[in-house]
């Protein structure tokens, strides 16, 4: 009896050992990058996990519906994130964000500190100041390291905390995310005469994946700034039947000039782009 008994105590032990050894096997493989560009309807809103689940939103769309958008990607358990970049106060990036401090612990804020005369960006102010998160005003340079991904900010080019614009999308914050040999340019929606600017800065704009500016409309997406990013991939986020006719027909006839894939929220909903450091795959 008790020698059997030392048998299956010794067996389970065995069987433990391997059963660990299987579980550091799992956890030591290489994790993948996520980008997600959620299909807000007519606005922007990108969410970034890192290979080591840090979480990053690039604004929030044009109402709550970023709540629900986060809720499928983001356990339920989990009510944190780690940074969270409003690129332009303009009702279409911002609103989703004021829903977002409301329901999340948000760890850190970056943005342009620049003023806009509208209820929303009141709010904005009055949220982020209350959540007592880091607060960051972007400038050229920039960079945010998360495990082995970089986040560089290329634009705007100079402090524009306190400054006021009517129409704050000039001031948008460009930014470049590096994961191995993989890239992405988010754009916010910057004008050809902004993208004109970063040009002449001789600034490094080769990426695999474009967010298109401004939702495809025609006053961004010049030929010489495509022709410059050269990405494989142009995502446009915009809403379906909008009425402002995005995407122009001008800017999607560019992007196929340059044998470049076109995908759109109006017409893919969700699309997550998963990046190993070396290949891309669409979901």
């Given at each position: 009896m008790g020698k059997n008994f030392s048998l299956i105590i010794l067996s389970l032990l065995l069987a433990l050992n391997i059963l660990a050894w299987i579980v550091v096997f799992d956890l030591s493989k290489n994790q993948p990058l996520e980008v997600v560009f959620f299909d807000v309807g007519q606005g922007d809103s990108i969410f970034i996990e890192t290979p080591k689940k840090q979480q990053i939103?690039?604004?929030g769309g044009p109402d709550s519906v970023i709540l629900e958008k986060l809720g499928k990607e983001m356990p339920f358990y989990d009510n944190?994130?780690?940074l969270i970049i409003l690129t332009h106060p303009e009702k279409d990036h911002l609103t989703g964000l004021i829903s977002v401090l409301k329901r999340y612990k948000v760890e850190n804020i970056l943005w342009t500190g620049v003023k806009r005369d509208t209820l929303e960006f009141q709010e904005w102010e009055r949220k982020i100041l209350e959540e007592k998160a880091?607060?960051?005003i972007a400038h050229p340079l920039q960079k945010i390291i998360a495990s082995k991904t970089v986040l560089e900010i290329l634009y705007p080019f100079e402090n524009l905390a306190g400054r006021e614009f009517e129409d704050?999308?000039?001031?948008?914050?460009?930014?470049?995310?590096v994961f191995g040999e993989n890239s992405f340019l988010f754009t916010?929606?910057?004008?050809?005469?902004e993208e004109k600017e970063i040009l002449e800065q001789?600034?490094?704009?080769?990426?695999?994946?474009?967010?298109?500016?401004?939702h495809g409309s025609k006053t961004s997406s010049s030929k010489e700034f495509i022709e410059k990013v050269l990405p494989e991939i142009a995502v446009i986020s915009a809403g379906k039947g909008n009425s402002y006719g995005h995407p122009h027909q001008e800017v999607l006839?560019?992007?196929?000039?340059?044998?470049?894939?076109?995908?759109?929220?109006?017409?893919?909903?969700?699309?997550?782009i998963i990046s190993d450091g070396k290949e891309i795959k669409i979901k």
């Open positions: 939103l690039i604004d944190t994130l780690d880091n607060i960051k704050s999308n000039e001031t948008s914050i460009v930014s470049r995310l916010g929606d910057i004008r050809k005469s001789r600034t490094n704009l080769d990426s695999d994946i474009l967010k298109v500016s401004h006839d560019i992007l196929e000039d340059y044998g470049i894939k076109i995908l759109r929220t109006d017409q893919n909903g969700d699309i997550k």
